[in-house]
């Protein structure tokens, strides 16, 4: 009888043993928008500077009763430059879900720019948009389209992409830009190997994503492109190359405010 127990005393011991001894599942860590942090970067082509494109999490509000985060993506050209005139700002409303709630703007349209403001209602599967005249704003034009799926604008795109980058996982999304529907896809690809930024004394760890639009986004954005984002919880990109009207341009994180990452 004290055989029978003392090994079954040393198989629960090696069982507690190779149970413990077991590689520990990656703890899963949720992205978390930050609100008050800004992201700045150059954009370069070749050795000429294009311009500036700043994103922003200015703060919270409500929607149909839930809760959303007002993102702002900012786009400045170089004043220097006669071939680019470009001085943009687009408001987006994101859900925990990354889905957007609303979004507005300015949309030039036959010629006429508007104030644009586009609602997203995932109840009835609508979008209610609204066209306002800038210079004649009696003028009012109205549009529904209907949503079966999400739809991702400049600003949640990136965001969607800081909560997925630690994977090594391909998507296809739909893309939403002036009302026109597109794909993306994107290779999410995990880490990426250090990279060397203007701003940084030293390398920085990255993430790494690469991928092809085959859509016209902001700024004319289209074709391939290649990112990379750090590898800190907030997750911004860090680092881009991207395929515009004019050719290749890279985009520089150049300044910074409420990162984590760097205040600690």
Not at 64 to 71: A, I, M, S
Not at 146 to 156: N, Q, R
Not at 179 to 196: E, L, M, S, T, W
């Amino acid at each position: 009888m004290q055989y029978f127990r003392l090994r079954l005393l040393i198989c629960l011991m090696i069982t507690i043993v190779v149970i413990n001894s077991k590689p520990a599942k990656a703890e899963e860590v949720k992205f978390n928008f930050m609100v008050g942090e800004e992201f700045a970067y150059k954009v370069r082509w070749s050795f000429i500077r294009l311009g500036t494109l700043k994103l922003v999490v200015k703060d919270t509000s409500r929607i149909d009763g839930e809760l959303v985060y007002h993102t702002q993506l900012f786009i400045d050209s170089n004043p220097l430059l006669f071939f680019v005139n470009m001085h943009n700002v687009y408001n987006s409303y994101l859900d925990e879900k990354f889905r957007l709630r609303l979004f507005t703007a300015e949309e030039r349209i036959d010629d006429i720019l508007y104030e644009t403001v586009y609602k997203f209602n995932y109840q009835d599967s609508t979008i209610k948009a609204t066209y306002t005249n800038i210079e004649n704003p009696e003028e009012v034009l109205q549009k529904e389209m209907s949503i079966d799926e999400l739809l991702l604008d400049g600003s949640s795109l990136i965001f969607y992409a800081r909560s997925r980058v630690h994977n090594e996982i391909t998507e296809s999304l739909t893309t939403f830009f002036e009302a026109k529907k597109g794909k993306v896809q994107i290779n999410f690809k995990g880490k990426g190997g250090n990279q060397r930024i203007s701003s940084f004394e030293d390398p920085i760890e990255t993430y790494y994503v690469d991928g092809v639009m085959d859509a016209t986004g902001i700024a004319g954005i289209t074709g391939p492109f290649k990112g990379w984002f750090s590898t800190d919880r907030q997750r911004p990109p860090v680092k881009a190359k991207l395929k515009v009207f004019i050719g290749y341009v890279t985009v520089d994180l150049e300044n910074w405010k409420k990162w984590d990452f760097i205040e600690k």
